[in-house]
């Protein structure tokens, strides 16, 4: 369906700061588009709805039919009285009936659409490039996700029903007025633009006070979810007492522009009210003259007071429904901005064949030149390095010198501008994406743990991954010792991020899902920055174990981790300024020297500390 709808270049936009203007039309072409499945059960709606409208305004015209052609003229027709009481009834049970079956279709097609909105946009989500999140702060993606499609399930629920009913039904009551009586119909109609003016002019006083009621609360949920994220700096620099007055001022501009949403709308209602109240004692005293000079009927007039009464309710709804349509425009453009974006990596159309239990692990990044694209100077220009199949590479450098960087576009996060990045000779970008990530394998400084079990979480919930081929990848780390304390052992289930564990404990566990994954190219980036000596020694005992025969990338401040490895490559502003063993490299007695001399420095201060 995607592919179906196209957005014009001022299409919707939901960078932060900008406020958002409705287009109507391409809102309404893209849930056009996602109602169309649903056409039947729209048409049912339609026809459930016009039957409803309809038994409900008969009844008065029922009543009229009592009053003028059996109470007025005397007539003792009991059964005829009978027959009407019983039709009336009937159209209060037909009306109840088709109501309900009218709701019940039109909730059942708008909760289809707005769940296959939120899957869409998830599955869209997790398929955009990494350069859309450098851009798209996670929290709009949120409200995307959980805010927008409700705002979009209230339009299909409560809009679309008020629009649809309580338009049809002041058609009809139009039309009833008309045909009863044209010069009472044609009073009530002067009506009209006085109550679209009065409309018009609440309905911008209102829409702003909604706007900041809003705003508002978003300024409040956003301060709320920045304090829980720092809680342990707030409470380390005792900032209970300044940030909960921030949070007062903010609650109470939340506070008084609630008060000001409710005060418009109770005004508006009210107003509607007086105005309804006026009409009925302007159309009693035309009225009320006509019956007495016998030029209306009694039970004319009685139909009329009634439709009036009912004539101003829809158009209140209306107008009160008319905010949640200005917000569901933009929500819709908000989410069809997201589903718009194409991702910027793909995977070729038809991507090469490749076994991954026969990759040798070969790497090639050649003479590649990569920048992140915004506005700022390339970070690799015509980086050349070849990594042979099982080499243990170790890289230093300086901060911020491109190591993260290098093995992201091994990773394929992010495509590289000129050059090519090659695995066993083929370019990454020939090769599906799926099949890439199997064969690299990525451990970063902060492991990400998801809500689950142990067990799941090492598998990454996948469940062709024996139990057994778990625990085996947890004691080979040496994580089976920490398991075992745990209530549950495997099976305890880790809070959000793995909140309830160190960090080291956590990474023991991201390196038992990287063994049992078993790629054939492994990196650690600053794998081992988070651990004590003691576990940093499991951890490297684990590391000798997994990579062996695996070409392993291990990226690190800490010298010690890569010590042992083949080849050492120093990094500094995006190039390779110096490369060998470890002990080459002290001979150099350049940069990587001055770093290991530092580590040294370092290593002695801690030990003294350790023994004072
Ligand atoms: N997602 C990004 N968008 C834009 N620029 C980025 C992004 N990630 C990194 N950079 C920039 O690219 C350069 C290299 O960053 P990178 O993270 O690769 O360095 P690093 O050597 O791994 O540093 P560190 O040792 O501090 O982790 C830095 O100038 C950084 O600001």
């Known amino acids: 369906m995607q592919q179906t709808i196209k957005q014009g270049h001022n299409g919707p936009q939901s960078e932060p700061g900008r406020k958002p203007k409705p287009q109507y039309q391409s809102a309404f072409n893209i849930l056009g588009a996602y109602t169309r499945p649903h056409r039947l059960t729209f048409a049912m709606v339609m026809v459930c709805t016009v039957i409803a409208i309809a038994c409900e ?26 027959i009407i009481c019983a039709v009336y009834f009937g159209l209060t049970i037909a009306e109840l009936l088709f109501s309900y079956l009218q709701n019940n279709l039109l909730q059942f097609a708008g909760q289809s659409i707005v769940a296959k909105i939120r899957k869409q946009l998830f599955r869209h989500i997790t398929k955009l490039s990494m350069s859309y999140f450098d851009k798209m702060p996670s929290g709009s993606l949120i409200t995307h996700i959980s805010s927008d ?10 809009v679309l029903l008020t629009l649809l009913r309580d338009g049809l039904t002041l058609i009809f009551i139009l039309v009833l007025m008309f045909q009863l009586d044209t010069t009472l119909g044609a009073y009530c109609l002067i009506l009209l633009p006085v109550i679209a003016c009065i409309s018009i002019a609440f309905r911008s006083f209102i829409r702003n006070t909604y706007q900041m009621a809003r705003t508002r609360l978003s300024a409040l949920v956003a301060f709320v979810a920045e304090n829980l994220s720092g809680m342990n700096l707030i409470q380390a620099f005792q900032q209970q007492r300044s940030q909960g007055k921030l949070f007062e001022e903010k609650n109470d501009a939340y506070f008084k ?11 508006f209602n009210r107003t509607f009210d007086l105005l309804s109240n006026l009409t009925i004692a302007f159309v009693t005293w035309i009225g009320g003259k006509a019956v007495l000079g016998e030029t209306l009927e009694f039970g004319v007039l009685y139909a009329f007071i009634t439709y009036i009464r009912q004539f101003f309710q829809p158009i209140n709804a209306i107008t009160q429904q008319w905010n949640t349509l200005q917000s569901a425009t933009v929500a819709m453009n908000r989410i069809w901005g997201v589903l718009d974006h194409k991702p910027d990596i793909v995977d070729p159309a038809q991507p090469l064949a490749i076994d991954r239990d026969k990759v040798e692990g070969r790497v090639d990044f050649n003479r590649i030149t990569f920048g992140y694209g915004n506005g700022s100077a390339p970070i690799f220009q ?32 992010y495509d590289v501008q000129e050059g090519n990045v090659q695995i066993d000779r083929k370019d990454i970008r020939d090769l599906p994406q799926a099949e890439l990530h199997r064969i690299v394998g990525l451990v970063q400084q902060e492991p990400f743990l998801f809500s ?25 780390v040496g994580a089976d010792v920490l398991v075992q304390r745990m209530q549950d052992g495997y099976d305890t289930k880790l809070s959000e991020r793995g909140s309830g564990l160190s960090a080291g404990e956590r990474q023991l566990l991201s390196f038992a899902r990287i063994i049992v994954f078993r790629p054939r190219i492994l990196i650690l980036d600053e794998a081992t920055a988070n651990l004590d000596s003691q576990t940093e020694q499991l951890i490297q005992e684990a590391l000798r174990v997994v990579s062996e025969g695996r070409t392993t990338i291990v990226i690190a401040h800490r010298l010690s981790t890569i010590m042992q490895a083949d080849r050492i490559l120093v990094l500094r502003h995006g190039a390779i300024v110096e490369e060998g063993t470890h002990e080459e490299l002290l001979l150099e007695k350049g940069y990587y020297e001055e770093l290991y001399r530092h580590s040294q420095g370092e290593a002695h201060k801690e030990q003294e500390k350790q023994l004072i």
């Open 57 to 82: 305004l008969f009844q008065p015209y029922l009543v009229k039919i009592v009053i003028d052609d059996n109470l007025m003229v005397g007539k003792n027709d009991f059964g005829s009285l009978l």
């Open 149 to 158: 499609t409700e705002v979009v399930n209230q339009f299909l629920g409560q």
């Open 257 to 267: 522009a609630n008060v000001r949403e409710i005060r418009s709308m109770v005004m």
């Open 382 to 413: 015509g980086l050349d390095l070849h990594i042979g199949p099982g080499e243990m590479i170790g890289v230093v450098g300086t901060t911020g010198a491109g190591k993260s960087s290098l093995m992201s576009l091994l990773c394929r996060f």
């Open 452 to 476: 689950g079990s142990i067990i799941d979480n090492v598998r990454m919930f996948d469940e062709s991954i024996s139990r057994e081929a778990v625990i085996e990848a947890c004691r080979l």
